[in-house]
């Protein structure tokens, strides 16, 4: 399957931002314990180990490995070492929701935005909360691809400018502690064998399936509690789908105005653009174009009188 339906993009946005509101929210928890003065918390109490975890790791979660036994134990109690690394700074897991959420708001090269640096975002020249990201396409060979930019209004809540806003806080502690051949780039992981780095295409299809999981059974549960407000799974999808996908949608809506869809893919020759929205529902929509164009026409030559 090559293309996701305009409900399966909004349903997959929606898991995204219901997890992106979790893993922002366990953050800013641990941020507001590492800021708050020490209460002489009992040492098996979560505060107190997450200090002991952030000053082992000089600000990001230390390796399993050397995690002391005794720290280990009380570890599992509060949910593991999975769990409280969310507190410190952003996870595969977390990433993975930032991830499809930007790729489906810019209809985004996958691999262009999974390098995309910290610094991509830039103000509007002209309108105050209107801001611009730029993110660069690599190399085709030994010639440069063209350079991605979008504005984006950054007044919705889950803005692509905001959504960044949020990562950047999120992997500022990995990036203070990255090499340097790595520490430009947005989606930080910590890698537990490799160190810390951007996160690769392999760990990112995993940590997907993962959400998908955990979304679908949410949904699931949420449908039995309410038959009559049901929800839309979300489907097996790889990010190769959303670029695509994301152009018939904003193709459909246009009424078939595929310089809509070129604008929308960065495009600067429509040809290729028409490789992206070639599909049975592209086709439809042209051949619906075509029908109303004739049936205009012919009203107006219907219209004109006779002799003019």
Request: hydrophobic content about 40%; aromatic content about 6%; overall charge positive.
């Amino acid at each position: 399957r090559h293309r996701l339906s305009g409900a399966e993009l909004k349903a997959i946005l929606r898991a995204c931002y219901e997890e992106i509101d979790t893993a922002w929210s366990l953050f800013n928890e641990g941020q507001r314990i590492l800021a708050a003065p020490d209460a002489g918390d009992d040492a098996g109490s979560m505060p107190a180990m997450l200090r002991q975890l952030h000053a082992m790791g000089g600000g990001i979660m230390p390796a399993r490995q050397v995690v002391p036994d005794h720290l280990g134990r009380n570890l599992r109690r509060h949910g593991g070492h999975d769990q409280l690394e969310k507190f410190l700074h952003a996870t595969s897991d977390s990433l993975a929701a930032f991830y499809v959420a930007l790729v489906i708001q810019t209809a985004g090269n996958v691999d262009a935005l999974r390098l995309i640096d910290r610094d991509c975002i830039e103000p509007h020249p002209l309108v105050e909360h209107r801001v611009t990201i730029d993110w660069r396409k690599g190399r085709a060979g030994h010639r440069l691809k063209r350079a991605q930019r979008r504005s984006f209004d950054r007044r919705r809540r889950y803005a692509a400018p905001n959504l960044i806003g949020m990562l950047l806080a999120m992997t500022a502690p990995l990036a203070a502690q990255a090499p340097v051949r790595e520490r430009d780039y947005l989606f930080l992981m910590r890698r537990p064998s490799h160190g810390i780095g951007v996160v690769q295409r392999t760990t990112l299809q995993t940590a997907i399936v993962r959400l998908v999981d955990r979304a679908n059974a949410c949904i699931g549960a949420w449908n039995v509690e309410h038959p009559d407000r049901q929800r839309t799974p979300l489907p097996s999808f790889n990010p190769m789908m959303f670029r695509g996908s994301v152009a018939i949608e904003h193709y459909r809506a246009s009424g078939g105005d595929i310089r809509v869809a070129q604008s929308i893919l960065n495009h600067s020759d429509a040809s290729l653009t028409d490789r992206y929205i070639r599909s049975d529902q592209a086709r439809r929509i042209q051949h619906e174009t075509i029908a109303r164009l004739q049936g205009l026409m012919l009203s107006w030559i219907q219209a004109v009188p006779i002799g003019v």
